[in-house]
Protein backbone atom coordinates (compact mmCIF):
# COMPACT_ATOMS: atom_id res chain seq x y z
CA UNK A 1 0.00 0.00 0.00
CA UNK A 2 1.17 3.46 -1.22
CA UNK A 3 1.96 5.77 2.25
CA UNK A 4 -0.60 8.56 2.78
CA UNK A 5 0.49 12.41 1.38
CA UNK A 6 0.04 14.28 3.99
CA UNK A 7 1.56 17.89 2.69
CA UNK A 8 2.05 19.46 -0.52
CA UNK A 9 3.47 22.72 -1.37
CA UNK A 10 4.03 24.44 -4.74
CA UNK A 11 7.59 25.91 -4.74
CA UNK A 12 8.14 27.26 -8.04
CA UNK A 13 6.56 26.68 -11.47
CA UNK A 14 5.99 22.72 -11.87
CA UNK A 15 7.70 22.00 -8.61
CA UNK A 16 5.74 20.80 -6.02
CA UNK A 17 7.20 19.55 -2.34
CA UNK A 18 5.46 16.49 -1.00
CA UNK A 19 5.27 14.82 2.27
CA UNK A 20 4.27 11.14 2.94
CA UNK A 21 3.05 9.90 6.74
CA UNK A 22 6.03 7.60 6.54
CA UNK A 23 8.67 10.23 6.59
CA UNK A 24 9.66 10.49 2.49
CA UNK A 25 9.70 13.60 1.34
CA UNK A 26 11.05 15.57 -1.79
CA UNK A 27 10.34 17.91 -4.36
CA UNK A 28 9.29 16.67 -7.62
CA UNK A 29 9.01 18.73 -11.06
CA UNK A 30 6.11 17.76 -13.00
CA UNK A 31 6.90 19.67 -16.33
CA UNK A 32 7.50 16.60 -18.22
CA UNK A 33 4.48 15.22 -17.08
CA UNK A 34 1.55 17.49 -18.67
CA UNK A 35 0.70 15.78 -21.54
CA UNK A 36 -2.78 14.83 -22.43
CA UNK A 37 -5.78 17.36 -22.50
CA UNK A 38 -7.13 17.32 -18.73
CA UNK A 39 -3.49 18.15 -18.26
CA UNK A 40 -3.57 21.09 -21.05
CA UNK A 41 -4.79 23.87 -18.78
CA UNK A 42 -1.58 23.24 -16.16
CA UNK A 43 0.54 24.38 -18.36
CA UNK A 44 -0.41 27.90 -17.68
CA UNK A 45 1.55 28.69 -14.74
CA UNK A 46 -1.47 30.67 -13.34
CA UNK A 47 -3.29 27.14 -13.27
CA UNK A 48 -0.47 25.10 -11.68
CA UNK A 49 -0.82 26.01 -8.59
CA UNK A 50 -4.42 25.92 -7.95
CA UNK A 51 -4.24 21.92 -6.46
CA UNK A 52 -5.44 20.50 -3.64
CA UNK A 53 -4.86 17.83 -1.61
CA UNK A 54 -7.52 15.26 -1.80
CA UNK A 55 -7.79 13.11 1.82
CA UNK A 56 -10.60 10.82 -0.28
CA UNK A 57 -8.30 10.22 -3.60
CA UNK A 58 -5.01 10.67 -1.23
CA UNK A 59 -3.40 13.12 -4.21
CA UNK A 60 -3.50 16.21 -5.84
CA UNK A 61 -6.32 17.23 -7.95
CA UNK A 62 -6.66 20.25 -9.93
CA UNK A 63 -10.05 22.41 -10.07
CA UNK A 64 -10.37 21.05 -13.45
CA UNK A 65 -10.63 17.78 -12.96
CA UNK A 66 -7.29 16.86 -13.04
CA UNK A 67 -5.32 14.56 -10.64
CA UNK A 68 -1.97 11.76 -10.55
CA UNK A 69 -1.77 8.43 -9.18
CA UNK A 70 -0.99 8.41 -5.43
CA UNK A 71 1.21 5.72 -6.58
CA UNK A 72 3.21 7.54 -9.09
CA UNK A 73 3.69 10.59 -6.71
CA UNK A 74 5.33 8.51 -4.39
CA UNK A 75 7.87 7.00 -6.83
CA UNK A 76 8.54 10.46 -8.01
CA UNK A 77 9.76 11.49 -4.30
CA UNK A 78 11.30 8.31 -3.92
CA UNK A 79 13.25 8.80 -7.01
CA UNK A 80 13.91 12.33 -6.26
Given amino acids: MTP ?5 RHVGEYRIELTYDD ?3 G ?14 PLKDLAVFPTFELSEELGTL ?6 DLAP ?3 YAKVAAA
Fill in 27 to 40: VIDLESELWGEVFE
Fill in 61 to 66: VWPNGA
Fill in 71 to 73: EFL
Fill in 23 to 25: GAR
Fill in 4 to 8: RLISA
